[in-house]
C-alpha cells in the first residue's frame, strides 16, 4: 500500500504523526468509451467557452458564481488558505460512539503511527477503545477541510470522513412518514423469518457477480486476441516523514492543566459578567 498523506494526530499537546492510506478500493472494471464506428478512444476537451481554446490544467483556475457575478480564485490563493496548508488531525472532543450516525460517514482510512509514534498512538488508541469513545476531528484533504471521526479497527486507528450538519438532508418526500396497520399475525411472521436468516456477518460471503462475469468477458475476448492491455506508470509517493514527539506524561498532564485552565477562567468571565457594579 502507498500512504497518500503524512501528518499528525494533535491530542490535546501530544502530537501523534501518522500515514495515512486509503481503506477501501474500487474492483470495478475500469470502462472506456470509444467510437462503435472504429473504436477509437473518445476523450474530453477542457474547451474555453469564449475563446475557443484547448486550454492546459496548468492555466485553468476555479471560480465561483452567483447573481452573475463571478468570482475566479487562482491555485495560489486556495494553497495560501490555512485549512489547505494544514498537516494536522485535530481532535476536538470525544462522544460517545453510538451518537455518530452511520449516515453521515463517509470515505475511510487507515492510520500507521511513525516509529517513533508508537506509543502514543496505542495510548490513544486503546482509550477510545476502553471509553466507548469516538474522537470528532477536523482534517485538510484534497483542498477541502473535512470533519472526521477517529475509531479503532482492529490493532489500528481508522480516520472516517464525516458528514457536515448542512450536507445531511431531510427527507422531503411524501410518505417519509408512512402510515398502516400492521397485524400481530403479520409482525410475528415477519420476526420469524428473521430469525431464520439471522446469522453473523461474513463480508466474503458476498460478491459482485456483475464485476466478476464482466472480467471473465474481458479476459475471454483477450484470449481470442481481441483487446490490448496497457499498463500505467505506477504512481509516486508524496508522504512525509513525521517529526518529534514531544514528552507523553508532559503533555498529558498540561493538556489537563490547559482544559482546567480554560473552565476556571470561564467560570470566571462569567461570574463577572453578572457582577453589579
Same mark, same amino acid.
Given at each position: 500500500?502507498?500512504?497518500?498523506?503524512?501528518? !499528525?494526530?494533535?491530542?490535546?499537546?501530544?502530537?501523534?504523526?501518522? %500515514?495515512?492510506?486509503?481503506?477501501?478500493?474500487?474492483?470495478?472494471?475500469?470502462?472506456?468509451?470509444?467510437?462503435?464506428?472504429?473504436?477509437?478512444?473518445?476523450?474530453?476537451?477542457?474547451?474555453?467557452?469564449?475563446?475557443?481554446?484547448?486550454?492546459?490544467?496548468?492555466?485553468?483556475?476555479? @471560480?465561483?458564481?452567483?447573481?452573475?457575478?463571478?468570482?475566479?480564485?487562482?491555485?495560489?490563493?486556495?494553497?495560501?488558505?490555512?485549512?489547505?496548508?494544514?498537516?494536522?488531525?485535530?481532535?476536538?472532543?470525544?462522544?460517545?460512539?453510538?451518537?455518530?450516525?452511520? #449516515?453521515?460517514?463517509?470515505?475511510?482510512?487507515?492510520?500507521?503511527?511513525?516509529?517513533?509514534?508508537? %506509543?502514543?498512538? #496505542?495510548?490513544?488508541?486503546?482509550?477510545?477503545?476502553?471509553? @466507548?469513545?469516538?474522537?470528532?476531528?477536523?482534517? =485538510?484533504?484534497?483542498?477541502?477541510?473535512?470533519?472526521?471521526? #477517529?475509531?479503532?479497527?482492529?490493532?489500528?486507528?481508522?480516520?472516517?470522513?464525516?458528514?457536515?450538519?448542512?450536507?445531511?438532508? /431531510?427527507?422531503?418526500?411524501?410518505?417519509?412518514?408512512?402510515? @398502516?396497520?400492521?397485524?400481530?399475525?403479520?409482525?410475528?411472521?415477519?420476526?420469524?423469518?428473521?430469525?431464520?436468516?439471522?446469522?453473523?456477518?461474513?463480508?466474503?460471503?458476498?460478491?459482485?457477480?456483475?464485476?466478476?462475469?464482466?472480467?471473465?468477458?474481458?479476459?475471454?475476448? #483477450?484470449?481470442?486476441?481481441?483487446?490490448?492491455?496497457? =499498463?500505467?506508470?505506477?504512481?509516486?509517493?508524496? =508522504?512525509? /516523514?513525521?517529526?518529534?514527539?514531544?514528552?507523553?506524561?508532559? !503533555?498529558?498532564? =498540561?493538556?489537563?492543566?490547559?482544559?482546567?485552565?480554560?473552565?476556571?477562567?470561564?467560570?470566571?468571565?462569567?461570574?463577572?459578567?453578572?457582577?453589579?457594579?
Amino acid at each position: 500500500m502507498r500512504s497518500m498523506w503524512a501528518g !499528525a494526530i494533535a491530542f490535546g499537546l501530544v502530537n501523534v504523526p501518522v %500515514k495515512l492510506y486509503a481503506a477501501a478500493s474500487s474492483h470495478d472494471v475500469p470502462l472506456h468509451q470509444v467510437h462503435d464506428a472504429d473504436g477509437g478512444r473518445i476523450r474530453y476537451q477542457r474547451r474555453c467557452e469564449v475563446c475557443g481554446e484547448v486550454v492546459a490544467y496548468e492555466h485553468i483556475d476555479r @471560480a465561483y458564481e452567483a447573481d452573475g457575478k463571478r468570482v475566479v480564485l487562482t491555485e495560489e490563493e486556495l494553497e495560501a488558505l490555512p485549512a489547505e496548508a494544514a498537516h494536522e488531525i485535530q481532535v476536538l472532543q470525544f462522544v460517545p460512539s453510538e451518537q455518530i450516525d452511520p #449516515l453521515t460517514l463517509g470515505a475511510a482510512y487507515y492510520l500507521e503511527p511513525d516509529k517513533k509514534a508508537a %506509543k502514543p498512538y #496505542l495510548l490513544l488508541r486503546s482509550t477510545l477503545e476502553q471509553t @466507548a469513545r469516538t474522537a470528532v476531528v477536523k482534517y =485538510a484533504l484534497r483542498q477541502r477541510t473535512r470533519l472526521g471521526v #477517529l475509531r479503532v479497527r482492529g490493532d489500528l486507528m481508522v480516520l472516517q470522513s464525516l458528514l457536515w450538519a448542512d450536507e445531511v438532508r /431531510e427527507p422531503e418526500f411524501a410518505g417519509k412518514a408512512p402510515t @398502516a396497520a400492521v397485524t400481530e399475525a403479520e409482525q410475528a411472521m415477519a420476526n420469524l423469518l428473521v430469525a431464520q436468516l439471522s446469522e453473523d456477518f461474513d463480508p466474503a460471503a458476498y460478491v459482485d457477480d456483475y464485476q466478476v462475469q464482466l472480467k471473465e468477458l474481458v479476459e475471454a475476448r #483477450l484470449a481470442a486476441d481481441e483487446g490490448v492491455i496497457v =499498463a500505467g506508470p505506477a504512481p509516486s509517493s508524496t =508522504a512525509e /516523514e513525521g517529526g518529534e514527539v514531544i514528552d507523553l506524561m508532559a !503533555a498529558l498532564r =498540561a493538556s489537563l492543566e490547559r482544559k482546567r485552565g480554560g473552565a476556571d477562567k470561564g467560570a470566571a468571565d462569567a461570574g463577572g459578567a453578572n457582577k453589579v457594579v
